[in-house]
């Protein structure tokens, strides 16, 4: 940034020479060599058409490097070159869909999905003074392909984001999408992450593992996680220097039925990835044929955000060498303060790899699914909630495999996270967190952390089954449901649940610690009817496998093999285990549990008053489900409606416009129905809700208008 005046000491200049050589082109420093570089003439559609086609364009030139553009309202642009000009930034006021018959490219330092004439360039803020968006209008739509046509196998699409001269580099390069809609779809994959069939030995190239590989092919880039944890040293995280994950590309697939299939990899395996049993280590495919990935992965990188009242959903696309390291707000994916505004929208096999920041950010939003995700390789934590108000999320068969520490970062909403890298991280746990798996995290696998601070109140707005929103501290609400987790080779911590964290750079002081663990403990007691329902959850080759430094925890179910210890320096009051299955560990299997003592308030009570007295004999389900569309599309003239339905306990029925849905995994975990599809151009609402076992029916069923495509007739 240049001075002001005209004389600077050579002190100052030693000391800017000095910073500068020691930050390089950090992203740290962002914006500091940012010269003002005046904006090329707004380029902007005369019509509908195609990109390549200088009838689209006012002028008639089709857009060159350099150039600002906007689609307009109501035009339709389809982008159907592979271009090397990098366009300075588009304004999709209308919609850009990426051509699906073949392969496109296209360059760009900045993709604002946002109504209206306002081409501003600001790649984190929409426009302030743009209106609520009107919902019997069209959103303006960045489609790269469909949830109901795809971008074809043979064909790739990719955006590759670059920082250019004039555009801020704390907020380019981005794609932003601000009350429209976004889709990026590629080729379903049938399985993204897959459990080794067999031990896989060091010096091989070739694995074999279980399950169809349909779309898995030649060229294809795969990781295969580390089954070893290292030595935890208390001071310094080690995943740097000994991280086990393996990344290869495979040179064939050989059978893809579902008995298996045998992948053979470009080089030997460094390492070996243990397989007996029922512990396993996994063997994900990290790539897809819609790709954002940053132009330049050692200099300025990219982000991508969702704001409140957008639409749209991802999947099969591969997010690469994204995230601006140690700049808040600037993730790979980020859905940014959406509340329920995004409800049905969801992230589905996708690949978010080399992260620098995070990959994939919930951040004041409810209702988002997130389902058979793979995140490789992120600084600082990955499957990440940020604030302590999102809740009613879905987290479903999602890998999370090498997340290395990070730092807190400036301006961070939770004062008390150190960002020292969990696989999944949250701060509120009325979510729903199942079949997730956790590899090689630095700090956690999971991890629930929450506390009061100084500038932080723990009783937040919580929405509520009727919609409305109640404060609640958030410290004691239960889990939707955590059930069948696992996480293996963590050099600390498997599970964390509201317990101790490492004090960064020095080593644990327990006396200390744990008085302070206690006294947060005693200021937040889960409800006797509700605690913290954990259920079939697996940890191997860690540390510290669980963690608790919380009242209120049923645990059904924690099978625990090839650890340090089994449960580490847990408070237990309040307690209640079944289904413990302690293997080969090291130490001890229940390491220094720990008691908080009987709270001042029930001292005197007595069994026959005091309600603290009472155990916990499990998870009291009293809250109706949750359910979430996460698709509608035609086939021929039927309208079909998929969606998941969250709840603590069994779900009796899904009915979608009074008809029954049917369940295609567990107990409506996820399921279909069929309706009538509408006539072209006209519009249907569609409603849909469950029921549980015991009756009680969702009070906020998730509610849209639906058009069928076509002209009105």
Partial sequence: MPFRGSVVSAALLLALTVTLLKTGPSQSAVGADTKPVPAAPLVRTAASGAWSDGKTWEGGKVPEAGARVQIRTGHAVTFDVKADAVIRSIHVAGTLTFARDRDTTLNVGLIKVQPGDDASEDGFDCDAHAPNPDPSKPKPALEVGTAAEPIPAKFKATIRLHHVDGLDKETCPAIICCAGRMDLHGAPLAHTWVKLATHAKAGENTVTVPGDLSGWRAGDRVILTGTFHPDGNEKTPTLTTTAQTEERVLVSVRGREERGATLKLDKPLAFEHYAEGEFRGEVA??????????????????????????????????????????????????????????????????????????????????????????????????????????????????????????????????????????????????????????????????????????????????????????????????????????????????????????????????????????????????????????TRLKVWDTRWPFHAGTTGVYIDGLNVYRSTYGMWRSVTDRHSYRNLKFSETSNRDIHMPLSIGMPEEEVNKGPAQGAYYTGIGGMLDDQPPHTVVTDVHPEGNLLIVRGVTADSGPVKRVTVNGRRAYSLRGEFAEWETVLELPAPGKSVTISAAAEDAGGRAERNPHKFEYRSPGADR
């Fill in 285 to 534: 495919n990290l790539s897809r044929n819609v790709v954002v990935e940053s132009a330049d992965p050692n200099g300025v990188r990219g982000h991508t955000m969702y704001h409140k009242h957008s639409a749209g959903s991802i999947s099969y696309a591969e997010f690469r060498h994204l995230g601006k390291r140690d700049v808040l707000g600037k993730y790979a994916i980020h859905f940014h303060l959406c509340r329920d505004t995004m409800r049905g929208s969801s992230v589905v096999g996708a690949s978010i790899w080399d992260s620098h920041n995070r990959w994939l950010t919930i951040h004041g939003t409810e209702s988002l699914v997130v389902r058979d995700c793979v995140g490789y390789k992120s600084v600082g934590h990955g499957f990440f909630l940020e604030d302590g108000t999102e809740t009613h999320n879905v987290l479903d068969n999602n890998l999370a495999a090498l997340v290395l520490p990070g730092k807190p970062l400036p301006k961070q909403m939770l004062s008390f996270d150190d960002n020292m890298g969990a696989g999944f991280w949250w701060a509120n746990c009325k979510n729903s967190f199942t079949r997730n798996v956790a590899a090689e995290c630095s700090e956690y696998g999971f991890a629930f952390e929450c506390r009061r601070a100084a500038d932080f109140d723990p009783v937040q707005p919580v929405l509520q089954a009727d919609g409305s929103r109640k404060k609640q501290d958030i410290r004691t609400l239960p889990f939707i449901r955590f059930e069948d987790n696992e996480c293996h080779a963590m050099p600390f911590f498997g599970m964390n649940l509201r317990g101790l964290t490492r004090p960064v750079g020095k080593i644990m002081q327990f006396a200390e610690q744990n008085k302070a663990l206690a006294k947060e403990a005693m200021e937040a007691i889960p409800d006797v009817d509700h605690p913290f329902h954990i």
